[in-house]
């Protein structure tokens, strides 16, 4: 379930460059954790998603490298709202 979970989610990152962690196909992976899928047709999804990641690894919209500059005042800005909300309660 969680590797079809995580392919799933990797799909979608490259398709629309968004992480959805609230998943809208959690009674599906539910379903499957539970058995839905043969061993077999655990594997065929799998490599199916596979396939389809490295199709829209080429074509995907997103940078080839992160905003490194973009990532670090994103975390000094969390970092400081976090502590000033710790200190005001």
Same mark, same amino acid.
């Given at each position: 379930m969680h590797l079809l979970r995580l392919l799933r989610e990797g799909i979608e990152i490259l398709e629309t460059g968004q992480v959805h962690v609230y998943r809208s196909d959690?009674?599906?992976?539910?379903?499957?954790?539970?058995?839905? /899928?043969?061993?077999?047709? #655990?594997? =065929? +999804?799998? @490599? !199916?998603?596979?396939?389809?990641?490295?199709?829209?690894?080429?074509?995907?919209?997103?940078?080839?490298?992160?905003?490194?500059?973009?990532?670090?005042?994103?975390?000094?800005? /969390?970092?400081?709202?976090? #502590?000033? =909300? +710790?200190? @005001? !309660?």
């Amino acid at each position: 379930m969680h590797l079809l979970r995580l392919l799933r989610e990797g799909i979608e990152i490259l398709e629309t460059g968004q992480v959805h962690v609230y998943r809208s196909d959690r009674e599906w992976l539910r379903a499957v954790k539970d058995g839905l /899928l043969s061993f077999e047709e #655990l594997r =065929e +999804t799998a @490599s !199916a998603y596979e396939a389809r990641l490295e199709q829209l690894y080429d074509t995907s919209p997103l940078p080839e490298e992160p905003d490194a500059e973009a990532v670090e005042a994103l975390v000094i800005e /969390l970092q400081e709202r976090f #502590l000033w =909300e +710790t200190r @005001s !309660a």
